[in-house]
Each structure stands twice: as C-alpha cells, then as structure tokens.
C-alpha cells in the first residue's frame, strides 16, 4: 500500500474515478470513522452502490480488499478522532451491548496480537534488556500505566532500570541525559500517538542508545525510530484505549525474561519475601 494516509489516498483518486466510485469516496473522507466499522454490504447500502463496486474501488486504491481498506480507514480514525468524537460512536449502544462489545474485544485483541508477534522479534526483544547496561522505559499519557507495571517488575529483576517521569515534557530529557550507547530506551504509546515519546525516542536513538519500541503497527511513528518493535492491539471504538493486549504482551516479556534468569529471579524474591514478612506487607490472616 502507498506511503500516503488513507484519506490522502481518497481525495488523490476523486478526480478519476467513476461516478459510482466518487460517490463511495466522498462518503468515506465526510464520514470515515462511521464507515471503517461498516460491513462492504452496509457500505453499499448506505453510499446507494453494489458491493462488488466497493470491492473494487478498494482494489483499484491499492489495497488487497475491502478489509484493508477497512483497517486503514479504523486507523485513521483513531489516529485522528478527538476523545468527544470517538464517544458520540457508543451513544447509540444499549448497556449490554457496550458490556459484551468491551470485552469481546479485547478477547479479539489478545487472539489478534498473538497472532501477529513474530518469535524472532519477540526473542531480541527480550535479548536487548537482558543485556543493556541501563533501561529506560518511556511512557505517556494513558501508555504511562503500562511503564509504571513494567518497571515494577524489571526493577525488581534488574538493578538499572529507570522510569522516564513525562508529566512535565521538558523534564523528560533531563532525565534522559545520561543516555548512551549500550543502554535501551524502550518506548510505549499507541493512537493518538505521545509527541513526547516519539522525541524521547528519537533523541536516544541519536545518543547511540538501543531503542526497543510496544506500540500498534508498522504504521506508528515510532516503529521507525525503534530497533526492534512488538506490536499489540489497542483497538477501541470508545475514549478508553484498550491496554489489555499490551499488558498480556508485557506480562509474556516479563515471563520469558524470569525463564531465561531462573536463578537470579528465584534469588532477589527469596530477599523481597523476608523483606514483606518482616515488614507485614500483606495481610496474611486470611
């Protein structure tokens, strides 16, 4: 598919395509996050044309078929809706729809990211931690959740593990610094993509630093800066990003480093054990 954006790619083709087709292409660019969740038969429906030309008219932008067409128009819209905009999609949704809507998919989700790590990628990824000098671990917005739980662990594991503080966006290269080759910058963020972790990135790559990237797609602006990218769905239709991919894709990173280091791990909770039951860190009456 071309480098250009879906909706560049519309427009682009508007001045020679069929009526019929222009038609389809009109609707697309006036109402792209309602149609990127419309079957090609309801599409049809709704533009007044025959599926089989809103098959091809995805075919003759490019794309394989009308489900890719469909991915990059879902991409867009969550790369560009406002959090208002994507709320007004769930207004028309009953209780029990937006229940089972939710969790479905993330159900999706999880099968959709497994499916799409490639073990290869995954393996260096976990390589690349295992053997930085320090780690950093950037995260923005909604994705800052997902660095605090990863540092959580990784701390305990690794004894050079730093969390980049992004509240205030200048202070973040304060902490960045230090950064140099050998190290590993590793950074999170999904749609709508964090300006700051994109510059963090950019800047340690600049340092020398190894810069591991978890965000959605190839698309993400950070895939090109990262050495090494894992990919995991956040697909929503809501305000709400959906985390529950990316944290089972944390949680099997974390797991695979405690196997590869059993004896290290094994060792730093045996001293964290003593630690919480001389302190009565959990309640231990139940």
Known sequence: MQNKNVLETIKDSLSTCSKGQRKIGEYLLSSYATAAYLTAAKLSETVG????????????????????????????ARSRLTSVQRMELLKSRSADEALSKSFYSDIEGIKRTLSATDKTCFDNFVSAIMNAKSIYLVGARSAASLAIFMNFYLSILFDNVH????????????????????????????????????????????????????????????????????????????????????????????????????????????????????????????
């Open 49 to 76: 044309v025959s599926e089989s030309t809103i098959v091809r008219y995805a075919t003759e932008l490019g794309f394989y078929g009308y489900p890719e067409l469909q991915s990059a128009l879902k991409y867009a």
């Open 163 to 286: 969390i980049v503080h992004t509240v205030i966006g200048s202070e973040a290269f304060d902490q960045m610094f230090r950064v140099k080759e050998g190290d590993v910058v590793l950074g999170i963020t999904f749609p709508r993509y964090s300006k700051l972790t994109i510059d963090v990135l950019e800047f340690s790559k600049r340092a020398g630093a190894t810069v591991l990237g978890i965000t959605d797609s190839a698309r993400s602006p950070i895939a090109k800066t990262a050495d090494i990218t894992l990919f995991a769905d956040n697909e929503s239709e809501s305000f709400v990003d959906s985390l529950t991919a990316p944290l089972a894709l944390i949680n099997a990173l974390i797991h695979e480093i405690c196997r590869r280091s059993p004896e290290n791990t094994e060792k730093r909770f045996s001293v964290l054990e003593s630690i919480w039951a001389e302190n009565e860190v959990y309640d231990n009456d139940l």
